[in-house]
């Protein structure tokens, strides 16, 4: 699978604000939060809808309707996290699990530390959250956690990508389609995504 990256006039102009460094934490968050749907919209094109009979104040009408049980979000903690306010807006009857990584120095490898997921999750759609895809170790390392609880279908949505993330996403797992609003053009020695926003969790939470 092709990466989807949404190419949009206003995701272009929300990109460039969230990039600036002067941008502070509360327009931070928001256009976090604002891509986040979009993102969703995205994801959820192939989504599968149920027949339905509603009434109007005129008449009664049939129509069609989303399951919201069907959907859960994983946020990567803790930058992950930023994009469920957002996304939760537009499918707001969603499951929300978490899953916390950290990395381990020597080895470099993500090392879970928090999983915490909801019931009947391997029967549910799973968008995984997390505003950065760099290295793609997490993402991989989320995917397989899932995996092995018989998730099936799994979909990734980050605001920024680089490509060696997703090379190595779609390398692992290539049935999990990944949304982004950008592929920057690479990372820095240490990791970071250039020319990217910094790191997110970061200037997401004010911590840095």
Do not use: W
């Not at 530390?113 to 991989?140: H, W």
């Not at 949505?157 to 609003?181: E, N, T």
């Amino acid at each position: 699978m092709k990466e989807i990256v949404l190419n949009h006039p206003l995701i272009t102009h929300k990109l460039a604000i969230l990039r600036d460094k002067n941008t502070g934490t509360k327009e931070f968050r928001e256009l976090i939060s604002e891509i986040s749907i979009l993102l969703c919209y995205e994801a959820t094109k192939d989504a599968k809808l149920h027949s339905a009979e509603i009434e109007t104040p005129l008449e009664k009408y049939k129509t069609k309707k989303l399951n919201e049980d069907d959907y859960a979000f994983v946020p990567i903690l803790r930058a992950g996290m930023s994009m469920v306010e957002g996304i939760i807006k537009v499918i707001p009857n969603a499951k929300i699990g978490h899953i916390g990584l950290y990395r381990n120095e020597e080895t470099l490898e993500p090392v879970e530390y928090y999983y915490k997921m909801p019931e009947n999750i391997k029967k549910r759609q799973v968008f995984i959250l997390d505003p950065m895809l760099a290295t793609g170790g997490s993402a991989i390392a989320t995917i397989d956690r899932l995996k092995k609880d018989g998730v099936k279908n799994i979909k990734f949505l980050c605001v920024i990508a680089a490509p060696d993330g997703v090379k190595a996403v779609q390398s692992k797992h290539p049935d999990v389609q990944i949304y982004c609003a950008s592929v920057d053009r690479k990372l820095n020695d240490v990791g970071y995504i250039l020319p990217g926003l910094g790191d997110a969790g970061d200037r997401v939470y004010g911590t840095k």
